[in-house]
């Protein structure tokens, strides 16, 4: 990272702390702007997302799918030899590597380009008046104090964990640790049903791991269409995975080997070499200071904001999983872009929360975007549903992967026929590649005789989406 040369004090347009997804899209859209922009940041640029969240775990997904395309490969006609594939985790964690590298590196680049003053440290809030203050501690900026006109809050998350499952990086982990082992255990409890859970199940379970997965909620993945949600719960259990939805965790023990039996629900346990906790992550306001200069922390650890991401105080923004929103990297970019466009006192337009897109990456792949059918009936809509599955698209077909649909909720118009498009659910091959053009069709409020007019090209997995979308029309074409 870079260190400002000169004076232990500088002033900018806006001091940034955190220097994730939410931070550096500040930083970054702030200096197109012409602002003059500082961001401070106490571990690697590209927080949560490029170093231990989104980009290592896709990452991992990725090899889990080269792998079961190597094994599925004779169906193919293509001999790779008599011996089943193996895998040799400490490359796959290399490869990994060297893409973080080369996006964190690029991210670094473009802030230099931009001008964006990066400091290296813990950047602790002290005051918040007309001019804000920020006092740096740690790394290469240890001791700086910098000032600006206003302050962006992006200090990010971290895992949360579970009492009495104290974390040691090896039989007991989070997504922190779980990115970076060297060696997958041959069995493994992940606690937590939710869409990270789901995806470092349906990664270890390709890649040769006995996969327990403990959820208390009735389901898993919680808040996706449950027609969605049965597809992927039906494709883990057909690769091997426990899943057991309802149950409370109560404790562990370590048994001979120094494994550990996992007790949960009703006097039931499991034996695993690793726990992995999946119960999400919680918001990390703890180094900030903010309780001494007046920035309010909710009981949860939030920040407070409206729906343009301002605090209370004056001139104070806050964004990304510092903020009571879902805790999406590019949830965290639009964010960002509010606050800079309200530092400009361009009046932004806030975000939609409804309606932003949704990927999960387990196999098969969830996509969405909008209402489900069971959240637009809750918010009054009378609606209409229109579903159909991958099993008959020619593409799906031809990569051998036909688990899956697309589910399009529409509103019910006065006459019985479909009109705006409410929310689109996809489960399927490369659905996180597909949601697109239903993402910009519910956000500009499209009704379903328009969006059925475009032509979907072929032979593609899209064209789902266009017959699901045509079947509302009343004139479907194979439907």
């Known amino acids: 990272m870079s260190n400002p040369e000169g004076s232990e004090s500088s002033h900018f347009d806006v001091v940034v702390v955190g220097g994730g997804p939410a931070g550096y899209a500040s930083a970054l859209y702030g200096a197109a702007a012409g602002l003059n922009i500082a961001m401070i940041e106490k571990g690697k640029l590209g927080g949560t997302c490029l170093n231990v969240g989104c980009i290592p775990a896709k990452e991992l997904l990725e090899t889990a799918a080269v792998f079961r395309t190597v094994q599925h490969a004779s169906m193919f006609g293509v001999q790779t030899g008599t011996d089943s594939p193996g895998i040799d985790f400490s490359v796959t964690q290399t490869r990994k590597q060297g893409v973080i590298d080369t996006l964190v590196s690029g991210l670094a680049g473009l802030l230099k380009h931009r001008k964006v003053t990066v400091f290296d440290g813990i950047g602790q809030v002290t005051s918040t008046g007309a001019t804000k203050s920020v006092r740096i501690s740690g790394g290469a900026s240890e001791a700086t104090t910098i000032t600006g006109d206003n302050l962006i809050i992006a200090a990010g998350s971290v895992p949360r964990t579970i009492p009495g499952f104290d974390v040691d990086g090896t039989t007991i982990v989070t997504s922190d640790e779980l990115l970076s082992i060297q060696q997958l255990p041959a069995r493994a409890a ?175 792949e969830v996509a969405f975007a909008g209402h489900t059918e069971e959240s637009a009936k809750e918010a009054g809509f009378d609606v209409v549903t229109s579903t159909h599955k991958f099993t008959g698209n020619g593409r799906a077909m031809i990569v051998g992967e036909t688990e899956g649909l697309v589910k399009v909720i529409a509103e019910k118009q006065a006459d019985g026929r479909a009109g705006r498009m409410l929310g689109v659910h996809m489960v399927g091959p490369w659905v996180t590649e597909q949601l697109g053009q239903g993402y910009m069709a519910i956000n500009w409020e499209a009704t379903i005789d328009e969006i059925a007019a475009f032509i979907q090209p072929h032979p593609t997995m899209s064209e789902l989406f266009g017959e699901t979308v045509m079947a509302l029309t009343g004139r479907a074409l194979h439907g």
């Open 190 to 364: 992940v606690i937590g049903g939710g869409a990270i859970g789901i995806e470092f199940a349906s990664m270890m379970a390709d890649l040769g791991t006995q996969v327990t997965v403990l959820e208390a909620m009735p389901k898993i993945i919680p808040g996706v269409d449950p027609d969605a949600a049965r597809v992927v719960e039906r494709s883990l259990k057909k690769r091997g995975v426990d899943i057991r939805t309802g149950v409370m965790v109560s404790g562990h023990e370590t048994i001979d080997g120094g494994a550990k039996r996992v007790s949960f629900g009703e006097d039931q346990s499991v034996d695993v070499d690793m726990v992995v906790l999946s119960i999400g992550r919680r918001p990390f306001p703890d180094l900030l200071g903010l309780d001494a200069v007046g920035v309010p922390v909710d009981e949860r650890g939030f920040i407070p904001v409206d729906e343009a991401c301002r605090t209370s105080v004056p001139g104070v923004w806050a964004v990304g999983d510092i903020i009571a929103t879902a805790q999406l990297a590019h949830i965290g970019f639009a964010e960002g872009m509010v606050a800079i466009r309200g530092v400009l006192g361009e009046d932004p337009q806030p975000v939609d929360y409804l309606n932003v897109p949704w990927c999960i990456y387990c196999h098969p």
